[in-house]
């Protein structure tokens, strides 16, 4: 069973600081620019904790984990970070625009302690592989800090929508604290401090299978604390601090939850030559060109290829597309063949998986004719990863890369329904947008 507990947050005291101003993004997407950013924007803001600097003469005992520990500890002995009174759940929004479109959604959730349970137990599901490196650097945080600062984000099923009416009087509320953040994108967040309607959330998540949408590390690295805690004596007690984590909590239904697509660009190939290439996949994908003869055409011309690729995520799920730019004066759709037989050319790959178009982009085009093997791209050899379709495109035309791979993305309750099956898709299989900002809620292990 889910397993949620109230909690008395660390917060910043709203009073004293501009939040927009201490709090950052989630530690793996802050660039190093972002990091100088932070840093400059004010002295106490969370990038310290988050994602320190490495500074000349570090060692083991002063790095980037150590002042990170005496950073927490000083901020809270100043006031700068404040415990709530009582334990709570804390409901919270996100209001944003769907980069790429003038979309304006709302995506509304609530902030949690989750009782860990192996994957095994079948409460929590991955959905996507993740790296040691990043595992290590987050337990090696964790193991000093003793403090969750950023959350993971869980998806599940609310059939009948009971959570969301539990949450829905706080939401209607004034927020506590509200900020926007450098993208645009407006986080709020209320304290749930009543006490029926805290046993109650915890009542209606009992049953529920949680999807990690965004977090893997995260979790992983908790599960990993919470295992050497044991191993020291602790013993497996359900209260422990160490037995839970910081999540924040969606419904799979709740009109704000957006995945975007993430593009790939491919470059440094040793002979690669895209007619080649293109007559290589015919058995598998027919091809539909978008020609632009001169600047003036290649507007329009891009406008009805993204156009004709969001399509194919609407309506025929037999005939997948992906969208291939490799310079040369036109856009590519690659489209699956109907007589493609996925079941021989993916015998290893689970059904269920065989029509994503991230599985045919990785097994079918980089494995099997681009010669990419799963190692490479694990090492992100000669493989880039883009949000931004602009970014993927124009890396081509700069000539940092040879070729661009356009995605459609998985709808939320795909990605739901293939990890509770027990798959876990390629790396950067989804995007989850927004982020949620690192320290608008902490908790503290030690109280």
């Known amino acids: 069973m889910a397993r949620i507990f109230p909690f008395p947050a660390y917060r910043y005291d709203a009073s004293r600081f501009d939040l927009a101003r201490v709090l950052t993004q989630p530690y793996d997407k802050i660039t190093p620019a972002m990091q100088e950013r932070y840093y400059a924007l004010d002295a106490h803001n969370l990038v310290r904790i988050e994602k320190g600097r490495e500074e000349p003469g570090d060692s083991p005992q002063s790095n980037i984990y150590t002042r990170a520990a005496q950073t927490l500890d000083a901020w809270i002995r100043e006031g700068v970070l404040r415990r709530d009174a009582e334990p709570s759940f804390y409901a919270c929004s996100q209001e944003f625009t769907v980069p790429g479109t003038e979309q304006r959604r709302v995506r509304r959730g609530f902030l949690a302690l989750l009782g860990l349970e192996d994957y095994s137990a079948g409460v929590v599901f991955p959905h996507e592989q993740t790296h040691s490196a990043a595992r290590a650097d987050r337990l090696e945080l964790l193991r000093h800090t003793r403090a969750h600062t950023g959350q993971l984000m869980l998806l599940y099923d609310d059939a009948g929508s009971r959570v969301g009416s539990l949450l829905e009087p706080a939401l209607r509320a004034a927020p506590e604290n509200e900020l926007k953040d450098e993208y645009g994108v407006v986080h709020r967040l209320w304290p749930i401090r009543d006490a029926a309607t805290v046993q109650s959330l915890a009542a209606a998540m009992a049953d529920k299978k949680l999807l990690i949408a965004d977090g893997h590390h995260r979790y992983e690295t908790s599960l990993a604390y919470r295992n050497e805690c044991r191993s020291l004596g602790t ?208 908790y503290r292990l030690d109280g």
Request: glycine share 8%.
């Open 235 to 442: 013993g497996a007690t359900p209260d422990a601090p160490h037995e839970k984590t910081l999540v924040t909590l969606f419904a799979l239904s709740d009109p704000g939850v957006t995945v975007l697509p993430t593009h790939r660009t491919v470059g440094g190939l040793s002979g690669f030559d895209f007619g080649t290439f293109r007559k290589s996949v015919a058995g598998i994908f027919d091809w539909y060109a978008y020609p632009f003869a001169e600047e003036s055409q290649r507007a329009p011309a891009l406008a009805e290829f993204r156009r004709d690729l969001a399509a194919r995520a609407k309506g025929d799920a037999v005939r997948r597309a992906i969208g291939v730019y490799a310079g040369g004066g036109a856009f590519y759709l690659f489209v699956l063949r109907q007589d493609a037989d996925l079941g021989a050319l993916l015998e290893s790959v689970p059904a269920a998986q065989r029509t994503l178009d991230v599985v045919l982009l990785h097994r079918l085009l980089l494995a099997r004719h681009l010669g990419m093997t799963a190692e490479a791209v694990e090492r992100e050899q000669n493989i880039r990863y883009h949000r931004d379709a602009a970014e993927a495109l124009g890396a081509v035309d700069s000539g940092a890369a040879q070729i661009a791979f356009l995605l459609n993305p998985a709808s939320s309750r795909q990605v739901y329904e293939l990890a509770l099956a027990g798959n876990v898709l390629p790396q950067k299989s989804t995007d989850f947008y927004p982020k949620l900002l690192s320290g608008l809620a902490i």
